[in-house]
């Protein structure tokens, strides 16, 4: 009996996925089926289940063609069942031609030979099944005679009938796109149903495009280099080339760039891309071309993110919205062509939002809801579109929450959270429903921070977490619930250290820690997961830090490693920057509180260092509005521990200042701040009323206020 098919193998014993058998004549179907099959992307929330058939791969590649492998060997029958022998699942094309083919016998004969009876599937394109039986009608027979009878487990013809698994392509039946995505359910043997659902919602937000072979990239860079040549020529020729390329970077290429799981092989090839696609004038191109190269350069983009590259990821993302403005203007009544745009104007404010440019980030948001309030109106029963419109709204209230503006930002948010909540009812299955309801359930944990509300603050984190950990338990092979799970897993851990809950907060760091380690190790170049791992040894280092500072120095300083590396990778990430000040406060305050007073200064100093350009700019400095105060007032704490009073005195009152700005009634989280500063100076009457805030609310302070300037983070930074 054949083996199954390893996932993402081609090694022994299996070469090929699947092993093409056809009559010459029907050449043109064979053609279209190979291509069909090396392109499909299997959708990744299946990649990695086990089935009947074995573990589900990323690409059903290589299809073997025994017309185009085989056409100079001399040996051609053993070729034809070497090659046979090393394929999972044996295809038959169907026809009254190859029904009297003594190939496709042949070949039909020697699969069931080896035991492959239960793998072959056939594609009916012309004739009709069984008709040999049919008086009068046996001409039109399209199963050759080896698929109508059953063999034995010795491999010997039986007198019994088979039933052979088909999909039919003729009119009238499944047609083309229904007859692939039955042959491909019967291969991967999952449920057609489920697999039509899934190309269906595909969708260009998130392709997440990975690394290749060093010998792909030299090919796609001869690949371009010829196609420049080519490109003197005439358009139709020019074109067809075009398309020839873009489908193999689509298809073939990326399969085989995602069974590597890395991105740095990548950028080469798509650097080689974006480089050619900026020769190009979108209004030449049909709009085939036009469809992949937009597809593509998202993709590119994405990945750029990923790695940290947000100005080559803005220039794909433009790139991608121009080729898919042409394609709207073109057809301005296809509500396909206007989600795409759509998609383009999200990537692109995203990219901006990203490098803290608020204001491009809220007109190119603005045109991204203008466009989802559109579609909507195109089809109202199309739920999709009708979602985009909520997540046009909520990306305007987090630019609202990033502008301070947080009432205005709850109040969208609490709206589009009871939507969700309906939503859910109604598609409890859905998973990008409830990843939608945890990212809207963590922005309100936020505000209810920001405000006091602990106790909701708690509620709503714990709701996040709950929706991933479905979304995981669903879909446990799905690398974006395991990449936002560390995230939302501390964000709870934050509001239980503030409310006293130590042991479970340091249980959650370590959960978090745990994943965040696998998903760093697995992709090193992905900036994204490196940045969550720091993250997670932040917040490790923070917990341990009033138990074990000199584990929590170790932790800290894995940490502060992390965030120089990607600091350095994209030196406009405010992310990146608030989190490498953090990391080297807390390096600081351990120091300080290990009584090493000139490493604390080194460390604290280096924090200004990094802070004193972004904040003299004043670009995105909500980002980092916290992190000056708090500086100051460890810095105080060092020189007071120095005997340097006056100095300390000082860098007090700076920071009072620093948490006084721009506020009549100073917010909830800068309270703690407050109060430490205060009762650093010996002003107890000023610090009682923002103390009593602060025990009203629940809070407990991870040190004692009167143990000096440590505390624990704040919310303000996602």
Request: net charge neutral; charged share 25%.
């Amino acid at each position: 009996m054949l083996p199954v098919l390893a996932q993402d193998s081609i090694a022994p014993p299996f070469r090929y996925y699947a092993f093409i058998s056809y009559s010459h004549q029907d050449k043109a179907w064979a053609d279209w089926l190979h291509k069909a099959l090396e392109t499909y992307a299997v959708p990744k929330r299946l990649v990695g289940q086990t089935t009947d058939a074995g573990v589900i791969p990323t690409r059903l590649t290589p299809i073997f063609r025994d017309r185009d492998e085989l056409a100079s060997a001399h040996d051609l029958g053993g070729k034809v069942n070497a090659a046979l022998a090393q394929s999972a699942n044996l295809i038959v094309i169907c026809s009254p031609r190859s029904a009297t083919s003594h190939w496709v016998q042949e070949e039909v004969l020697a699969y069931k030979r080896m035991g492959g009876s239960e793998r072959i599937f056939c594609v009916i394109v012309d004739g009709e099944p069984n008709a040999s039986a049919m008086p009068q009608h046996e001409a039109e027979e399209c199963f050759a005679p080896a698929l109508r009878v059953q063999f034995d487990r010795q491999g010997r013809a039986t007198a019994l009938p088979a039933e052979p698994i088909a999909a039919d392509v003729r009119a009238g039946k499944d047609g083309k796109a229904n007859a692939k995505l039955k042959l491909i359910a019967g291969m991967l043997e999952v449920d057609f149903d489920r697999l039509k659902q899934r190309e269906l919602q595909r969708r260009a937000r998130r392709l997440t495009a990975v690394a290749g072979l060093a010998v792909v990239v030299m090919a796609i860079t001869s690949i371009l280099a010829i196609f420049a040549l080519v490109s003197r020529h005439d358009a139709q020729r020019r074109q067809a080339q075009a398309e020839d390329i873009l489908g193999f970077m689509l298809g073939d290429l990326r399969g085989k760039l995602a069974t590597v799981g890395r991105l740095d092989l990548m950028v080469a090839v798509d650097d080689k891309a974006t480089a050619y696609f900026g020769t190009l004038q979108p209004s030449d191109l049909n709009q085939h071309a036009l469809e992949q190269q937009a597809r593509l350069l998202t993709g590119i983009g994405q990945v750029r993110l990923d790695q940290g590259h947000d100005n080559k990821a803005m220039l794909a993302f433009h790139d991608s919205y121009a080729r898919s403005s042409e394609l709207f203007r073109r057809e301005p009544g296809n509500g396909q062509r206007l989600f795409d745009k759509a998609q383009a104007e999200y990537w692109i404010g995203f990219a901006f939002w990203r490098q803290g440019q608020l204001d491009n980030a809220q007109a190119w948001l603005r045109r991204y809801r203008d466009s989802a309030l559109k579609l909507a109106a195109m089809d109202r029963t199309n739920f999709a579109w009708q979602r985009e419109v909520a997540s046009g709204q909520e990306n305007l209230a987090t630019l609202d929450l990033a502008r301070g503006r947080d009432e205005q930002a709850e109040r969208v948010f609490r709206n589009a959270y009871e939507l969700y909540l309906g939503w859910m009812k109604t598609h409890p299955h859905d998973t990008g429903l409830r990843d939608e309801a945890a990212n809207i359930a963590s922005y309100l944990g936020s505000l209810a921070m920001q405000d006091g509300r602990l106790a909701e603050a708690r509620a709503r984190y714990t709701e996040q977490v709950e929706y991933l950990t479905a979304n995981r338990t669903a879909e446990p092979d799905n690398a974006q619930w395991k990449s936002e799970w560390p995230d939302a897993r501390l964000f709870l851990v934050e509001v239980q250290a503030e409310t006293g809950d130590i042991a479970d907060a340091r249980r959650g760091a370590a959960e978090a820690t745990a994943l965040g380690e696998v998903l760093a190790k697995q992709d090193p170049t992905n900036k994204t997961w490196q940045v969550q791992l720091g993250k997670d040894y932040w917040w490790v280092a923070r917990l341990d830090s009033g138990v074990a500072p000199d584990r929590a120095m170790t932790e800290a300083l894995s940490a502060e490693r992390i965030f120089a590396t990607t600091r350095a990778v994209e030196t406009k990430d405010s992310l990146d920057l608030h989190w490498l000040a953090k990391s080297q406060m807390l390096l600081g305050e351990l120091m300080w509180r290990l009584g090493e007073n000139a490493e604390a200064t080194t460390w604290l100093s280096r924090a200004n260092a990094e802070l004193a350009p972004a904040l003299a700019t004043q670009q995105n400095k909500d980002a980092y509005r916290l992190l000056p105060p708090e500086l100051h007032l460890l810095l105080g704490g060092v020189a007071a521990q120095r005997g340097d009073d006056a100095a300390a005195q000082a860098a007090w009152s700076i920071a009072e200042q620093e948490l006084r700005e721009g506020t009549r009634q100073p917010t909830f989280d800068r309270l703690d701040l407050l109060v430490r500063v205060f009762l650093a100076q010996h002003r107890d009457a000023t610090a009682s009323p923002y103390l009593a805030r602060l025990k009203a609310s629940g809070y407990v302070p991870l040190y004692p206020w009167q143990d000096g300037p440590g505390t624990p983070a704040t919310a303000e930074s996602r």
